[in-house]
């Protein structure tokens, strides 16, 4: 079948599974069901998280590989099945209904029901809004240095975060530069976190940042409210992760609070990416209790399309 194409438009049948989202986890996850022959619909609104870098960073067999060829790649495997069919819309709501099964509606009206679903939806990305940010955003400016860290070692770089979670990322950031600088953007550490930066030879500034500044994408400076400079060419920034609409909240999923080292308001699963809910599970960012990477997303979409199938099988 095509992309694109629900056979037989609204309402043609109950599916074996439908997946919201085809990043990293919902199109692994779609291919392990698809290879147990599972009827699946892959629904997908295309805007993954890392499509703003220019390489993904740190995914075995796929390293430095632009984002959107990784997922052009990925459909086109899944489209050598089947019993696949991949939708570009979004998913506006979602019904977990009485006999167990889950109905999604689109934008249009459309909806479609299935007997079960994994969420694979991805998250959104929060930091803190300074102007010269978005445009350096997955480039010189990143939330993951095992990511993005390599691209820039050796460059002055500061860290955008305050306490407790400043001081971890800006120690862990000397792996990739002798240079770094912790900044607080106007929040003050305590006396004991003033010690272990100078132990990690790790500088600190906590003045307000106007902005940052730089030609094009690269970065060459913070810029600060009394209008002083730090000369950096990288920038760590403290992110939160936000689910990206009440969709798992609508099927009965429920969500953890996000604490402050991962930051990550994520839906709760147990190690097989089942959400408590029959039928229903959740992987990738969306579900991730663990720093977010594609390969945790690839690594949980397998388990959650194993788990739905098993789940399947049981019912069938
Ligand atoms: C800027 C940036 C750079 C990154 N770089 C790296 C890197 O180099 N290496 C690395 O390992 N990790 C990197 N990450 C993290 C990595 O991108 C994520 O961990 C990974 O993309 C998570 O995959 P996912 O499938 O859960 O979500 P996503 O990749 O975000 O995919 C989710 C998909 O679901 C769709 N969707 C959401 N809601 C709906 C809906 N209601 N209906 C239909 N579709 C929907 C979205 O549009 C999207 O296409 C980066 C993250 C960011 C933000």
């Known amino acids: 079948m095509n992309e694109n194409d629900i056979g037989g438009g609204s309402g043609s049948g ?29 629904v997908d609104a295309g805007r993954q998280s ?3 870098a220019a390489g993904i960073g740190g995914l075995l067999g796929h390293d430095r590989r632009p984002p959107a060829q990784f997922y052009a790649a990925g459909r086109t495997e899944l489209m050598a099945y089947p019993s696949v069919e991949l939708y570009t819309g979004e998913v506006t709501h979602g019904v977990h ?8 509606a689109f934008g249009d009206g459309r909806r479609e029901r299935a007997r079960s679903m994994v969420l694979a939806p991805g998250m959104d990305y929060r930091y803190p809004r300074l102007p010269g940010m ?33 001081v971890h990322g800006a120690l862990n950031l000397r792996a990739w530069s002798d240079r770094v600088t912790l900044l607080t953007n106007g929040s003050e550490l305590t006396d004991q976190q003033r010690e272990q930066l100078a132990v990690g030879r790790v500088g600190l500034d906590e003045r307000p940042i106007s902005r940052l500044d730089g030609p094009g994408a690269e970065l060459r400076a913070a810029v600060f409210a009394d209008g002083g400079e730090l000369p950096i060419g990288a920038l760590l920034v403290k992110t939160t992760l936000y689910q990206r609409s009440s969709l798992a909240r609508d099927v009965g999923a429920g969500l953890t609070e996000p604490d402050e080292m991962l930051s990550v308001e994520a839906i709760k699963v147990d190690a097989m990416c089942r959400t408590g809910v029959p039928g229903l599970y959740a992987a990738g960012d969306a579900a991730t209790s663990v720093p977010p990477s ?12 194993a788990a739905a199938t098993v789940h399947l099988a049981a019912g069938s």
Do not use: I, K, Q, Y
């Not at 390599?150 to 305050?162: D, F, N, Q, Y």
């Open 14 to 42: 109950m599916r074996d599974c439908v997946v919201v989202g085809a990043g990293a986890a919902g199109l692994s996850a779609a291919l392990t069901l698809v290879r147990a022959r599972r009827s699946t619909l892959v």
């Open 97 to 104: 209904e009485d006999d167990g099964s889950f109905t999604v």
């Open 134 to 166: 978005d445009e350096r955003w997955g480039g010189s400016v990143f939330h993951c240095p095992f990511c993005h860290g390599w691209e820039v070692t050796g460059r002055p770089m500061g860290v955008l975060a305050s306490g407790a979670v400043g």
């Open 50 to 52: 890392n499509l703003a």
């Open 294 to 305: 594609m390969a945790s997303a690839v690594a949980s979409g397998h388990l959650a399309g």
